[in-house]
């Protein structure tokens, strides 16, 4: 193995532990490690700027600005309200129903815009009812990856298998759905089993609660009418995005220059609703992970994988999907993505298998890329962006202690995933 992949191994692993030990901040770590690979000579600045996903950043800072002038207006704490009326104040009832609502939503927006919305509810909920809102944060991380699996637009990796595979909207539905399904089922009635004995709250506070009327919530109608109308156009235009031939960052950043716009803010006052520590840690890591990607060492790891098979169809794609699961919950799953697509035609075009054939590989890449991304604190972007509001509002999740829950459920979601494949297409 020749110097730079090794010295771009070494970095991405210490900026690993440094990120799972929590002594440096992950958005420091993650460029420190990006700028030593660039200081060091294993990558140039124009490589490592290269291997940065400028649309994942405009998406997320879109929808941050999108979400912080919207919340101005009163709705989340609406809508806080009238969960706990529906649930009657009970804490599991609304984690349960939060998760779900983020599960669908995530299926048909995208992940990463679901939580940014929903995540504001939550903290609102949390101080009604004076519960730690840490339950409710990992719940919904999982779910938001767990439904952004079932639609081609639920998650960057279905985009990119979706589009070099040829496969559209309805074959996702009707392939990954009934499997995601089942799984948001048994993750929330773990939850249920979990944490029902553990969210007691007084019948006092409860009451008290739910005697509060959501509508004084609202402070700005017309703001919230000029929100929503944006919102509405951006998640339309997110549906049919291939047909306007947009990519997802352009959609949320027009959307988001449109509201600055119409809702007359000041520039400096909305962006401050911008998590910029995130957004530079996924900037960092994008050019760690760029040091692997340019040393060969994923594309060796991805061969390696077709090599190990021996060209078993059934064994390639159990492969795929669990080698896919356990290494995106460490290493961004769309660089790995990117890598294994064409190892995945190249295959096709050495068996002579037709684009039809390939499809259970496609579905077992799929499923290992999207639900690996639970496994870890880092594993999706949806996951740090909770990571980083949750912080912001004075509630830190820790990655071991996310990972003691999340990883063993994640493991669970992919052998629920591994009895589907092999049952209907193996």
Not at 83 to 91: F, L, Q, T
Not at 272 to 294: D, K, N, Q, T, Y
Request: charged letters at 10%.
């Amino acid at each position: 193995m020749e110097t730079n992949a090794i010295l771009a191994l070494i970095i991405f692993a210490l900026t690993y532990v440094f990120i799972m030990s929590e002594k440096m901040h992950r958005a420091i770590a993650a460029l420190l490690g990006g700028m030593i690979l660039i200081v060091a000579g294993v990558l140039t600045q124009e490589k490592a700027i290269s291997y940065i996903d400028w649309n994942t950043l405009g998406l997320l800072i879109g929808m941050m600005i999108v979400v912080g002038i919207t919340r101005r207006s009163g709705v989340f704490q609406y809508l806080a309200l009238w969960a706990v009326r529906i649930a009657k104040g009970e804490p599991i009832r609304i984690l349960i129903a939060l998760a779900t609502v983020t599960a669908i939503v995530s299926a048909f927006l995208d992940n990463v815009t679901t939580v940014l919305l929903i995540v504001p509810i939550t903290f609102s909920i949390a101080d009604q009812l004076d519960v730690d809102p840490i339950p409710f944060l990992v719940c919904q991380i999982l779910a938001s990856n767990i439904g952004g699996t079932g639609t081609l637009i639920g998650d960057p990796p279905n985009i990119m298998i979706g589009s070099q595979a040829g496969l559209g909207f309805m074959d996702f539905i009707v392939n990954l759905m009934p499997v995601i399904a089942i799984i948001h089922i048994v993750i929330m009635a773990i939850f249920w089993f979990l944490y029902h004995k553990k969210m007691q709250v007084p019948e006092e506070r409860k009451q008290a609660v739910c005697r509060v009327n959501p509508k004084d919530e609202i402070s700005d109608y017309l703001l919230l009418k000029k929100s929503l109308a944006v919102l509405l156009l951006i998640m339309a235009a997110f549906v049919v995005h291939d047909a306007l031939h947009l990519e997802s960052a352009t959609i949320a950043l027009t959307g988001a220059v449109l509201l600055m716009l119409i809702a007359h803010e000041e520039p400096e006052d909305i962006l401050l609703a911008v998590e910029w520590p995130s957004i530079f840690f996924f900037l960092g890591l994008f050019i760690v992970v760029g040091g692997l990607v340019e040393t060969g060492l994923i594309g060796r790891l991805a061969q390696w994988t077709m090599n190990v098979t021996a060209g078993n169809f059934r064994l390639t794609g159990m492969f795929i999907l669990w080698l896919s699961a356990v290494a995106s919950a460490f290493v961004d799953n769309i660089p790995f993505v990117a890598t294994m697509i064409p190892l995945i035609k190249d295959m096709g075009h050495l068996g002579n298998l037709s684009p039809a054939a390939l499809h259970p590989l496609w579905w077992s890449l799929s499923l290992g890329a999207c639900l690996g991304g639970n496994g870890t604190l880092i594993g999706a972007s949806a996951n740090v962006i909770v990571a980083g509001l949750a912080e912001k509002n004075g509630a830190k999740i820790k990655f071991l202690s996310f990972m003691k829950i999340a990883f063993p459920l994640m493991l669970v979601s992919v052998a629920i995933s591994t009895v589907y494949l092999l049952f209907v297409y193996f």
